[in-house]
Structures are given as structure tokens and as C-alpha cells.
């Protein structure tokens, strides 16, 4: 085993399933040389050639179009969005198109693709680049958006998420790519998509997240637990389709519950997690489930990030509001 | 008789179609007889040398130093920004030394009440048409009074998403034309923005409409680590304007009076009401794509770049200038201590403005705030206060 940072675990899933699998192509905006912005795909073209690991001209819903053609001759795509606040211009290729197709044939043609992109904010990008758009993807039926929280689960996930037949929205919170390292198996291993992670185990409240705000979310547990307050933290790992079994079976052990985004308010997944938990537990349930989220603004210019973004001080405050409601 | 005659008409008309279907057929001669009408448009050459009288345009002695002392000015402001990022006192930066031509040449053949829509890289144009530079600063440091343009100037917020300011361009110029102003609206990407589908839909409604926009390409042979070959088969970049039916001009893009002399034409024939030009200007910028991390020796060898100094604007203006007794040291020296200094007051200005609430964040979000923001506003300037 070797520590690693999310970034090389998900480079190194992909190392594995290129050897694994000559179908798996990687391709997008400086992927090849360059090995991505973020090197991502560091080390890949030299290793597998430009006919698997290459460069596209300037163009996204160019990656997406081909993708999906690739998809169709057999290949397994992992096109890559350089990052994901870019992906509007792609949206017809991804929600309009590839989470389309299966259904539009009669379920003739798979989509094996998996759409990587960098998302989120907190590393001060230069406008329009870092934003939280996971709730339009999940709000596309025919796509699994999945979202890794940790080195581990970024390289596990990934795998899954190239071996799934389905379109699979993989995205990558630029905050944590570098932030901490863990253990990560050599060789390969999977995930399962859309299932959670109970990340840490408690009796009186139920803390839902995913994303960077798992690492918020766990610090505020500990803090919480100074104060004699037991929370279960569950990272979704998967925000469509939700695992509900385990929701729902937290939330009917604490009785309380909070979903944690970093997401604006609006509409979105902690909604979606709060409604099902309404229409499934809603008797299990001493106080409303509230959300920890960012405003409902446009992403900030970068100077005012570490006030939009929501911190563990948020998770814990709400908490309390629940847990003494 | 008649039947023979006929007969006759028929197979005259068949030999004309065999002839014309053999010279359309023969692809290659179009793609041959398509490059050769995309030649660069050289006026000065690297030794500061005219070369073709012909196309040299008109501008006073005055003009010709503004367009170097801008020049200079500029680079100045592409060093020092360099430092003030490097120290942590500027934010997002894209460096522009080395197409000083295509920027400042380009903009001084705009009059003031032209429309500007830039991209990241093209601080420098709109700050001489009248961007205040601290703002310039602040938009790099992600302050939301960055883009909060001044009245009375003409300019839109650099453009991130590549290629939007291309259908953006279509209609602001759309806009002039039905107002009756005669103005023009001006864009800029780079050559990776070319390949956009916006590129293509821009120009093509410009053409369709004949508005009065000018579109500029700065390739700079670059799209961050991608090469300009990766980007198309195609020959030039401005050859991509023979689809829309407009017209398309290649220029030496570190030679200033090329980029002004195309940019001048373009402009006139735009405010004359005979449409959109595309102009790609041949450049390089010598430094980092950004300064958010990228290493250019990691795609870029070091012999291209000397190659390219060797074209330097800068020099071969000075050049041209000191052969004619317009320019020396003594001339240089003064904008750039003017620039320093203009500078240092424009970093004063911006470390001046207030800190960024998320308040103020929410109140710029509408016109007229919705109850949900209004509620939200509420919070925040209550959590704020405290
Ligand atoms: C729609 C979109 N896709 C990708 C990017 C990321 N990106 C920023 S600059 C750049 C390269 C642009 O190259 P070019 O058009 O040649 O302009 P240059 O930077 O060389 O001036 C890329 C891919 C972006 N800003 N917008
Ligand atoms: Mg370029």
C-alpha cells in the first residue's frame, strides 16, 4: 500500500484501467503532456501512447460529441472537463444526449463514458472555473453522479464508475486533491456506486454530506461530542442515485438529522435528501431536518470564498439548533 | 431537326457539368488555392525594416510613439504584475509580454466609443480605453468592483468561458447597427478559441446580419499546452472566416503596424456597413499561460522561445522609431518610471477598497432581490454586524 493524495489515486485508477482495458480512453483540454491542469492524467500519455491519452482542440461539447460516438464503436470514454463550472457548455452532450441514449434505443446502446472534472471552490480559481453544479446533473434521470471524498474512495469509485455501463458524472473537488494522503491499495479494487459511508457512528444526530464538506462535517462532530453530543456523519460518495437504506436507517436510530452541502440553497441535493427522508421517516423524526449550504448567489469572486463557503462552525451551529429544537 | 438540336444543347450541357464536376472534385487544388490566398501581412520586419510600403498606414509621428510608449507601458505592467502576484498582491494573471503588437496596435485603431469584449489576457486594451487600472487589479484579485465598469466606457468584463464573447460580439455589433451608431464592437480570443462552437456561430451571425464587429484572433500558438496543429487541420486561422462569408486576414502579429493597418481597414469598412472582419494575428506570449501554476517548459522548447524574442514588438518599433528619430532612451526611460508609479498608486487604490461581504455578494445578485434573497440578505448583514 502507499499513501497518496486523492489527485494520484485517481490517476492511478485510471493507470489501471488503461492496462487493464484497451477500450479505456482518456482524452481532453492539455490531458496529454501536460497530464491535465490540475496532472491529473499525469504520466499517462507517456505511458500508454497518444492513441489512448490525448489532447482535443478547445472545445467541450467537442469532448462530449465524441464520447458518445466512442461510446457507440465500443470504446470506454473518460473525457475529461477541465473544470466543471465549463460544463454548460457541454450540457446538451451529457444531459441532453448520452443520458438519453440507452433509453432513446430501446436499450441498444450503452454509454459506458465516465465525465471527470475538477468542481468546487476554496483554492481562489479566477471566476466562472469553481461552483457546485452536482444538483443539475442529478436532476438529469439517466446519469450517477458521483462524488469522492477521500483518496481511497476516489480510486475505488473511479474504477466502478469506468466499468459501469452507464454514464457516470465523476467529479472531483479541487480542494481535496492535494489536501491530505491516505492508504490506497496498489492494483485494483472497486467501490460500489450509490452507496454511502458511515464515516463515523453516533446516537443523537445525523450528519448528511458529501464532497469537501465531509472533512467540515467530521471536524464538527468532534467538536460536538466535547459538548456531549454523539453524531453519525455519512458521506453520500454517490448524490445520485442516494443510498436511502442507510439514511433512513441513521436517521431512525438519532431521531435527528442535518444535510450538509456545499452547494448554494437552491433546489439541489441536500433538498432531495430532506424530502426523502420526509416521505420515509418523517416518524422517526424529533425536530426539522435542516441545511448547512452557501447562499444563493452566483460563486464568489475569489476574495470572498472563505465567507460564502459554508465551515464546520456552520455544521455545528446548525446541529445545535436541531439537537435542542 | 428539332430532336438533333436538342441533342446537341444536351451534350454540350453534359461536357460543361463532366468539366465542372472534375474542378470540383479536385479537392486538393481548393485546399491548395484556399492557403495560398491566406498569406501573412508583414509591414515591418524583425529588423524594424518596412517591407511593404504599400499597406503602410497613415499615422503621424505622434500616433506612432503613443503606439510605443504603450507598448512599453504595457510590458511594464506585465512585469510588475508578474511580481505583485508572485508576492501574493494580485490574483489570477495572464500574462501578455510578447503580443503588445496584437493588443495595443489593435486597440488604437478603435476610437473611444467602440464596444470592447475581451477575453482573460486582453487587460491591456481595455485598460487604454479607460479601465481604471486598480479595477484591473481588483478583478484579479476577485473583487466584485472590479468589473463594476465606469459610465461612459465602453467596455465589457474579460470573458472566462472561452468563445462567449464571440456570439456576444454578434449582438452587441447587432445592437449598434439597429441604433444607427457608427461604432464598432471588437473581440478577442486566442487560437484554442477558435475551435469553439461560439467562434464559428460568432462570426457566422455576424456575417449573416453584416454587423459592424471586428473579431480578433491572437494565436499565440498556444491553447495552455496544446499546440495550434492539435487545434485543426487548418492551414490559418483566418481562413475559418471563408465559411461565414466574411472576410479573413492573417497578420505578423509582433509587428504593430501590420495588427493597426488590418485592424484600421476592418473597422472602416465596418462603420461603412460592409460587415464583420476576422484578423488572426501571429503571436507568442513568453510567459506562463497563467500564473496559477502553469510551467510552459513542459510543452514549449526553449529554442521556440528564442525564436519568437527574436520577433520581439518592442524591438523591432524601437527600431523602426530610432531610424526615424522619434525615439531614445531618454523617451523610453520616462514611461517606464511612469508606469511604475502609476502602478504603485493603482496597488494603493485597490488594497484601499472595502473587504467583500457576502451580503454585498447577495444584494448585486438581481435588480429587485426575490423574498428568498431578501430573507438570506437578512442573515448574512445580521451575522456581519456582529
Ligand atoms: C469554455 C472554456 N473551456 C476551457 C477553459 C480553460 N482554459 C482557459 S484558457 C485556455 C486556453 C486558451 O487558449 P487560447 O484560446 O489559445 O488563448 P490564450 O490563452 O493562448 O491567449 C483554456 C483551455 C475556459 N476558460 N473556458
Ligand atoms: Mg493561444
Redesign the interface.
Known amino acids: 500500500m502507499a499513501q497518496m493524495t486523492m489527485i494520484q489515486a485517481i490517476t492511478d485508477a485510471m493507470r489501471v484501467e488503461l492496462k487493464r482495458d484497451e477500450k479505456v480512453l482518456i482524452f481532453g483540454?492539455?490531458v496529454?503532456?501536460?497530464?491535465g491542469?490540475f496532472r491529473a492524467t499525469e504520466g499517462l500519455q507517456a505511458e500508454f501512447g497518444e492513441d489512448r491519452v490525448f489532447?482535443?482542440?478547445?472545445?467541450e461539447?467537442?469532448i462530449g460529441g465524441l464520447a458518445i460516438g466512442l461510446a457507440t464503436q465500443g470504446f470506454r470514454p473518460i473525457p475529461e472537463i477541465q473544470f466543471f463550472g465549463?460544463v454548460?457548455?457541454v450540457m446538451d452532450s451529457i444531459a441532453g444526449q448520452m443520458a438519453r441514449y440507452h433509453f432513446r434505443t430501446g436499450g441498444k446502446f450503452d454509454m459506458p463514458i465516465v465525465v471527470r472534472s475538477p468542481f468546487g471552490g476554496g483554492v481562489?480559481?479566477?471566476?466562472?472555473?469553481a461552483d457546485s453544479l452536482e444538483g443539475l446533473m442529478a436532476q438529469t434521470p439517466g446519469l450517477k453522479v458521483v462524488i469522492p471524498s477521500t483518496p481511497y474512495d476516489a480510486k475505488g469509485l473511479l474504477i466502478s464508475a469506468i466499468r459501469d455501463n452507464d454514464p457516470v458524472i465523476f467529479l472531483e473537488h479541487m480542494k481535496l486533491y492535494r489536501s491530505f494522503r491516505q492508504e490506497v491499495p496498489e492494483g485494483e479494487y472497486t467501490i460500489e456506486l450509490g452507496k454511502a459511508d458511515v464515516k463515523r457512528e453516533g446516537k443523537d444526530i445525523s450528519i448528511i454530506t458529501y464532497g469537501a464538506m465531509v472533512h467540515e462535517s467530521l471536524k464538527a462532530a468532534e467538536e460536538l461530542e466535547k459538548e456531549g453530543y454523539s453524531a453519525e456523519v455519512i458521506d453520500l460518495r454517490t448524490v445520485h442515485p442516494l443510498d436511502i437504506e442507510t439514511i433512513v436507517k441513521s436517521v431512525e436510530k438519532t431521531n435527528r438529522a442535518i444535510v450538509v452541502q456545499e452547494a448554494q440553497?437552491?433546489a439541489g441535493i441536500a433538498a432531495n435528501v430532506i424530502a426523502e427522508i420526509n416521505e420515509r421517516a418523517i416518524l422517526s423524526l424529533e425536530a426539522p431536518v435542516l441545511r448547512v449550504t452557501a447562499?444563493?448567489?452566483?460563486y464568489?469572486?475569489?476574495?470572498?470564498?472563505p465567507?460564502?463557503l459554508p465551515n464546520y462552525k456552520d455544521v455545528i451551529d446548525t446541529a445545535k439548533k436541531v439537537l435542542t429544537f | 431537326m428539332l430532336p438533333g438540336i436538342i441533342k446537341i444543347v444536351i451534350e454540350r450541357k453534359r461536357q460543361m457539368a463532366s468539366k465542372a464536376k472534375n474542378a470540383q472534385l479536385d479537392v486538393n487544388k481548393q485546399l491548395e488555392t484556399i492557403d495560398q490566398q491566406f498569406q501573412t501581412l508583414q509591414i515591418l520586419n524583425e529588423e524594424g525594416e518596412v517591407v511593404n510600403a504599400d499597406a503602410m498606414p497613415d499615422l503621424t509621428d505622434e500616433q506612432l510613439q503613443e503606439i510605443m510608449r504603450r507598448m512599453v507601458y504595457t510590458r511594464i505592467l506585465d512585469q510588475r504584475s508578474t511580481a505583485l502576484n508572485r508576492q501574493g498582491r494580485l490574483?489570477?494573471y495572464a500574462p501578455t509580454a510578447g503580443q503588445e503588437a496584437s493588443q495595443i496596435a489593435s486597440h488604437f485603431a478603435l476610437e473611444k466609443e467602440d464596444w470592447i469584449l475581451p477575453g482573460?489576457r486582453d487587460i491591456p486594451q481595455i485598460v487604454w480605453h479607460g479601465l481604471p487600472l486598480y479595477q484591473a487589479f481588483l478583478w484579479s484579485?476577485?473583487?466584485?468592483q472590479?468589473m463594476n465598469i465606469p459610465d461612459g466606457l465602453n467596455i465589457y468584463p474579460p470573458q472566462?468561458?472561452?468563445?462567449a464573447q464571440y456570439v456576444q460580439t454578434a449582438g452587441v455589433a447587432l445592437g449598434i447597427k439597429k441604433n444607427g451608431g457608427n461604432t464598432v464592437a471588437i473581440t478577442y480570443t486566442g487560437d484554442?478559441?477558435t475551435?469553439?462552437?461560439d467562434f464559428y456561430e460568432g462570426i457566422n451571425f455576424a456575417g449573416a446580419y453584416k454587423v459592424p464587429a471586428i473579431f480578433i484572433v491572437q494565436n499565440n500558438r498556444y491553447?495552455?499546452?496544446?499546440p495550434v496543429d492539435?487545434?485543426?487541420a487548418a492551414r490559418t486561422l483566418a481562413q475559418k472566416a471563408v465559411a461565414a462569408g466574411i472576410p479573413g486576414i492573417q497578420v505578423d502579429g509582433m509587428d504593430p503596424l501590420a495588427v493597426y493597418a488590418a485592424v484600421k481597414q476592418a473597422r472602416e469598412r465596418a462603420v461603412a456597413g460592409e460587415g464583420p472582419t476576422l484578423i488572426e494575428a501571429l503571436t507568442y506570449r513568453y510567459g506562463p499561460h497563467?500564473l496559477?501554476?502553469?510551467d510552459p517548459t513542459?510543452?514549449r522548447t526553449k529554442e521556440e522561445d528564442t525564436e519568437w524574442e527574436r520577433k520581439d514588438p518592442l524591438v523591432r518599433f524601437r527600431k523602426y522609431l530610432e531610424g526615424k528619430g522619434l525615439w531614445n532612451q531618454e523617451m523610453e526611460e520616462q514611461v517606464i518610471e511612469q508606469a511604475k508609479e502609476e502602478i504603485k498608486e493603482a496597488i494603493k487604490q485597490a488594497d484601499a477598497a472595502p473587504?467583500?461581504?457576502?451580503s454585498?455578494?447577495?444584494s448585486i445578485?438581481s435588480k429587485n432581490l426575490d423574498a428568498?434573497?431578501q430573507e438570506?440578505l437578512e442573515i448574512?448583514k445580521e451575522k456581519e454586524s456582529k
Request: aromatic fraction near 12%; glycine fraction near 14%; avoid cysteine.
Open positions: 483540454e492539455d496529454g503532456k501536460n497530464g491542469v489532447d482535443t482542440p478547445l472545445a461539447s467537442g465549463f454548460y457548455e481562489a480559481t479566477p471566476e466562472m472555473h440553497r437552491q447562499p444563493d448567489t452566483v464568489p469572486f475569489a476574495q470572498a470564498e465567507v460564502w | 490574483g489570477f482573460y484579485r476577485g473583487h466584485y472590479g472566462i468561458i472561452i468563445g484554442g478559441g475551435s469553439q462552437g491553447a495552455i499546452s496544446t492539435v487545434q485543426t497563467t496559477s501554476g502553469d513542459r510543452y473587504k467583500q461581504k457576502v454585498d455578494l447577495i445578485m428568498n434573497l438570506q448574512y
